[in-house]
């Protein structure tokens, strides 16, 4: 596609639930990463994935969360067991590489989870 | 790990006037440095950056930024604000070693008619 595209653009679910936000990057990206923004707040670091594979999973705060991207394109992040300090605006980014060599990150618009 | 400094996390201008929003990092290698823009319930969009080729780098919107490495710092400055450039403005900085892009927390700008 010509952007980045996530789903569904709104979330609201009630504490405990599972919750699955799905990101279909630029064709032809090879690296996807997934970004957490609270109100007033820059965008915090979750994960990046170089392919299919997680190359750095230092940010997901918890086990409750878990991302996958199977072949390479589509992901996935996955949230257990929600709380409502989860409630934020999941964003996903893609760049052509990987971001040590000066890719430049393009933005969707954005997931907004609200947990009650 | 990098960190990112954007000092004012309100700015407030008046149409016509000019610009500077303030952004410092803290690597001592040059790393690459971006401007974001993002309005009300939108995405963030790239307004310019720098990867280690003029120092001054023009952007989108008549936005354009310095990189100073003796002060560490990428400020993004426009010599005419106008009512459309109202939104909030992150600073991100990666670097040669990391996996990531390091935000800082964001500046808002208002421009008064």
């Known amino acids: 596609g010509a952007g980045v595209s996530q789903t569904p653009s709104n979330k609201v679910t009630e504490k405990g639930k599972y919750v699955e936000l799905r990101c279909d990057p630029i064709s032809g990206h090879t690296a996807l990463y997934w970004y957490r923004q609270s109100l007033g707040q820059g965008p915090e670091f979750l994960i990046y994935f170089q392919g299919t594979g997680a190359a750095d999973d230092s940010g997901l705060p918890n086990d409750r969360f878990f991302a996958v991207r199977p072949e390479g394109s589509v992901s996935t992040l996955k949230i257990q067991r929600t709380e409502r300090g989860d409630s934020a605006v999941y964003l996903c980014a893609s760049s052509l590489g990987p971001p040590n060599s000066g890719n430049t990150i393009y933005f969707g618009e954005g997931s907004w989870l609200t947990v009650v | 790990a990098q960190s990112v400094t954007q000092l004012g996390s309100h700015v407030s201008v008046s149409e016509g006037a000019l610009v500077l929003l303030r952004c410092n990092y803290s690597s001592s290698v040059p790393p690459y440095l971006f401007w974001y823009v993002q309005y009300p319930n939108q995405g963030l969009q790239l307004l310019l950056k720098y990867t280690s080729a003029a120092t001054l780098v023009k952007g989108i919107n008549g936005f354009e930024a310095e990189f100073k490495k003796s002060e560490t710092s990428f400020h993004l400055t426009k010599p005419s604000a106008h009512m459309s450039d109202a939104a909030e403005y992150f600073c991100?900085?990666?670097?040669?070693?990391?996996?990531?892009?390091?935000f800082g927390t964001g500046t808002s700008l208002t421009v008064i008619p």
């Open positions: 991100a900085v990666s670097d040669l070693g990391g996996n990531q892009f390091y």
